[in-house]
Antibody, heavy 120, light 108 residues
Framework: QVQVVQSGAEVKKPGSSVKVSCKVS????????INWVRQAPGQGLEWMGG????????KYAQKFQGTITITADESSSTAYMEVSTLRVEDTAVYYC?????????????WGQGTLVSVSS | SYVLTQPPSVSVAPGQTATITCGGN??????VHWNQQRPGQAPVLVVY???KRPSGIPERFSASNSGNTATLTISRVEAGDEADYYC???????????FGGGTKLTVL
């Protein structure tokens, strides 16, 4: 059975950066999209971007272009999402979701979420 | 960019049928996925490609997609169905996944 496990909660200062990991086990990793989704407190789901590990070139939502970096390590079946220059408004739960071979595919497995709290 | 419109809330008594809509311009030409998010939990896929159910999802969950509206129907609603439901599509103009704003299903 596929399992998607994310790194633990983080507490950060404004201006710092955070890197969240997402490890996929028990299923295909390299050829499927790994998506990243943000959920601010009390708000809905917002797609940030994704990557197909075997190709390595990420795709970003326009809103997050230039502010996040998505990478993947095929050897460890782990994807990463880094937010640089954190702001208080970046406080949110960040989810990764395994998609399919195309970005239009559903997310069949989701990680448990990583809470990132940004406060001075 | 492409906009998906969902009602903020839907309420239904146990045993009744809940209907959650997702509106979008010519959404019938797109593939719609539905995700369930129970309070404090990660989302879970309940319907994909307009009408298909992943293994483990009860037959009570069904969906359709035509014209400008996609619909998720939950029959014989149970207390455990209380959750936020999000529709999802791919915007092939700006190349981005789009989620609806979410609908909070309350079981009375």
């Amino acid at each position: 059975q596929v399992q998607v496990v994310q790194s633990g909660a983080e507490v950060k200062k404004p201006g710092s950066s955070v890197k969240v990991s997402c490890k996929v086990s028990g299923g295909i990793f390299s050829g499927y999209v790994i998506n990243w989704v943000r959920q601010a407190p009390g708000q809905g789901l917002e797609w940030m971007g994704g990557i197909i590990p075997m190709f390595g070139t990420p795709k970003y939502a326009q809103k997050f272009q230039g502010t996040i970096t998505i990478t993947a390590d095929e050897s460890s079946s782990t994807a990463y999402m880094e937010v640089s220059t954190l702001r208080v408004e970046d406080t949110a739960v960040y989810y990764c979701g395994r998609g399919g071979v195309d970005y239009s595919d559903e997310f069949d497995f989701w990680g448990q979420g990583t809470l990132v709290s940004v406060s001075s | 960019s492409y906009v998906l419109t969902q009602p903020p809330s839907v309420s239904v008594a146990p045993g009744q049928t809940a209907t959650i809509t997702c509106g979008g311009n010519n959404i019938g030409s797109k593939s719609v996925h539905w995700n369930q998010q129970r309070p404090g939990q990660a989302p879970v896929l309940v319907v994909y490609d307009d009408t298909k159910r992943p293994s483990g999802i009860p037959e009570r969950f069904s969906a359709s997609n035509s014209g400008n509206t996609a619909t998720l129907t939950i029959s014989r609603v149970e207390a455990g169905d209380e959750a936020d439901y999000y529709c999802q599509v791919w915007d092939d103009i700006v190349h981005s996944v789009v989620f609806g704003g979410g609908t909070k299903l309350t079981v009375l």
